[in-house]
């Protein structure tokens, strides 16, 4: 990801053997997330696939990660060629890196928005479920151990019906999308670490936790500071 002397967003390929711009493809906005490589697996032919990348629909150069973005949009781009395959809009930006998994009915794609309405996706942007869990976050979704759960971290909630999950993380099924179980923390939390005994998440107050698989509290660890946006490493 980068810009040009414009400052136009852009997505650029570049072959990883000789630093030969490959091709550059334009965003309609500032994006904050990480592009995903997507390969396609009814071939072995080299960068056969598609790159998905998620963006605002603003070219304000004074917007942060942490600010209202505004509308957003979802573009995947074919890998080899950088020709735009598919756009998904939302009405909020996809600050979230999108993320890939693997089962027998072939790759699935997960995005989510600065308001967390999280979209389950097919290769060619068809859309297997969407989640709005009308709250904010900017942390990366994480699957589970056998891709069986999403973990989504969650600050603010905007609606009165979501307070009981305000501040912290929330796992849901990845094959339906349905909430399995939340953690709330005082403040926002960060993107959680999942290992073979649990799963491990920090809050920006600096709460550092301990779950089982189903969301119960193991233990807690008061850091006594954390950064905005932390990341547990296992």
Same mark, same amino acid.
């Given at each position: 990801?980068?810009?040009?002397?414009?400052?136009?967003?852009?997505?650029?390929?570049? $072959?990883?053997?000789? !630093?030969?711009?490959?091709?550059?493809? $334009?965003?309609?906005?500032?994006?904050?997330?990480?592009?995903?490589?997507?390969?396609? =697996?009814?071939?072995? =032919?080299?960068?056969? !696939?598609?790159?998905?990348?998620?963006?605002?629909?603003?070219?304000?150069?004074?917007?942060?990660?942490?600010? $209202?973005?505004?509308? !957003?949009?979802?573009?995947?781009?074919?890998?080899?060629?950088? =020709?735009?395959?598919?756009? @998904?809009?939302?009405?909020?930006?996809?600050?979230?890196?999108?993320?890939?998994?693997?089962?027998?009915?072939?790759?699935?794609?997960?995005?989510?928005?600065?308001?967390?309405?999280?979209?389950?996706?097919?290769? $060619?942007?068809?859309?297997?479920?969407?989640?709005? @869990?009308?709250?904010?976050?900017?942390?990366?979704?994480?699957?589970?151990?056998?891709?069986?759960?999403?973990?989504?971290?969650?600050?603010?909630?905007?609606?009165?019906?979501?307070?009981?999950?305000?501040?912290?993380?929330?796992?849901?099924?990845?094959?339906?999308?349905?909430?399995?179980?939340?953690?709330?923390?005082?403040? =926002?939390?960060?993107?959680?670490?999942?290992?073979?005994?649990?799963?491990?998440?920090?809050?920006?107050?600096?709460?550092?936790?301990?779950?089982?698989?189903? !969301?119960?509290?193991?233990?807690? @660890?008061?850091?006594?500071?954390?950064?905005?946006?932390?990341?547990?490493?296992?």
């Amino acid at each position: 990801y980068s810009y040009n002397a414009n400052k136009i967003p852009q997505v650029v390929a570049i $072959d990883p053997e000789t !630093g030969e711009n490959l091709w550059m493809a $334009d965003l309609p906005g500032w994006s904050f997330a990480s592009p995903l490589f997507v390969a396609n =697996e009814e071939t072995t =032919e080299k960068n056969d !696939g598609i790159v998905v990348i998620g963006s605002a629909n603003t070219l304000d150069s004074t917007t942060t990660a942490t600010q $209202d973005l505004g509308e !957003g949009r979802l573009s995947a781009f074919d890998a080899q060629t950088g =020709e735009t395959l598919w756009i @998904l809009d939302d009405v909020k930006t996809f600050n979230r890196s999108p993320i890939v998994a693997y089962d027998d009915n072939g790759p699935f794609i997960y995005a989510g928005t600065q308001k967390s309405v999280i979209y389950k996706l097919r290769m $060619d942007g068809s859309i297997v479920w969407q989640k709005d @869990l009308a709250v904010s976050g900017a942390g990366t979704l994480v699957l589970g151990e056998n891709n069986e759960t999403l973990y989504v971290s969650v600050g603010k909630g905007t609606e009165a019906e979501t307070a009981e999950f305000l501040n912290g993380l929330i796992a849901l099924d990845s094959e339906t999308g349905e909430m399995v179980w939340n953690y709330s923390f005082e403040n =926002e939390s960060s993107t959680p670490a999942v290992g073979s005994a649990g799963i491990y998440v920090v809050s920006t107050e600096g709460v550092f936790s301990g779950l089982d698989f189903d !969301g119960n509290e193991l233990w807690t @660890l008061e850091l006594g500071s954390a950064p905005e946006y932390g990341y547990v490493t296992l």
